[in-house]
T-cell receptor, first 114, second 116 residues
Framework: AQSVAQPEDQVNVAEGNPLTVKCTYS??????LFWYVQYPNRGLQFLLK??????LVKGSYGFEAEFNKSQTSFHLKKPSALVSDSALYFC????????????FGGGTRLMVKP | GAVVSQHPSRVICKSGTSVKIECRSL??????MFWYRQFPKQSLMLMAT?????????EQGVEKDKFLINHASLTLSTLTVTSAHPEDSSFYIC????????????FGDGTRLSIL
């Protein structure tokens, strides 16, 4: 079985400050890891993924995430937050040996204040 | 990038009506499509996995006869909510993916279904 935990329901950060949205996962095998963002009344937009290789993955809109195998974490980061980054963020995991099914975390609402 | 189109974006109808939602992959062939349901302020709940040309695989607790899924081609899957009732009101989202499991799922913009 695979699972994802996003321990924070909401993260508040001031514009221009760095942001981190936390994610930890559990899979029986090796993971594929993804981050998605959701704006109100919209579907999910793909931000970035970790498949293999460098632990630091860069994605859309200046976001990046670091895969840490020992801590089973895949935290999302951005050096300087924008008000327009305010949205709902989902971390997801897929076991490489378990087909195409994604397991999502509960989501973290990011609020960036001017 | 990969684009998934979902229609309609919003449906308001009377109880007892059947509602069909379409999910199309516009610029790639989707071997697998997924249907999710999202309640307010909650994560996505997988309802079913749809593979082209075969019957959909439903998650536990999801009624097959209530939520009919057809995956007629590599670019189109439909979800029909039959005889909808107010408790079926929700945000439904589809996603599509290519064959390789290291590829991300690409999501439609969702359908907000409101049953009066």
């Amino acid at each position: 079985a695979q699972s994802v935990a996003q321990p924070e329901d909401q993260v508040n950060v001031a514009e221009g400050n760095p942001l981190t949205v936390k994610c930890t996962y559990s899979v029986s095998g090796n993971p594929y890891l993804f981050w998605y963002v959701q704006y109100p009344n919209r579907g999910l937009q793909f931000l970035l993924k970790y498949i293999t290789g460098d632990n630091l993955v860069k994605g859309s809109y200046g976001f990046e995430a670091e895969f840490n195998k020992s801590q089973t974490s895949f935290h999302l980061k951005k050096p300087s937050a924008l008000v327009s980054d305010s949205a709902l963020y989902f971390c997801a995991v897929r076991d490489r040996n378990a087909g195409n099914m994604l397991t999502f975390g509960g989501g973290t609402r990011l609020m960036v204040k001017p | 990038g990969a684009v998934v189109s979902q229609h309609p974006s919003r449906v308001i109808c009377k109880s007892g009506t059947s509602v069909k939602i379409e999910c199309r992959s516009l610029d790639f062939q989707a071997t697998t499509m997924f249907w999710y349901r999202q309640f307010p302020k909650q994560s996505l709940m997988l309802m079913a996995t749809s593979n082209e040309g075969s019957k959909a695989t439903y998650e536990q607790g999801v009624e097959k006869d209530k939520f009919l899924i057809n995956h007629a081609s590599l670019t189109l899957s439909t979800l029909t909510v039959t005889s909808a009732h107010p408790e079926d009101s929700s945000f439904y989202i589809c996603s599509a993916t290519r064959a390789a499991t290291n590829q991300p799922q690409h999501f439609g913009d969702g359908t907000r279904l409101s049953i009066l």
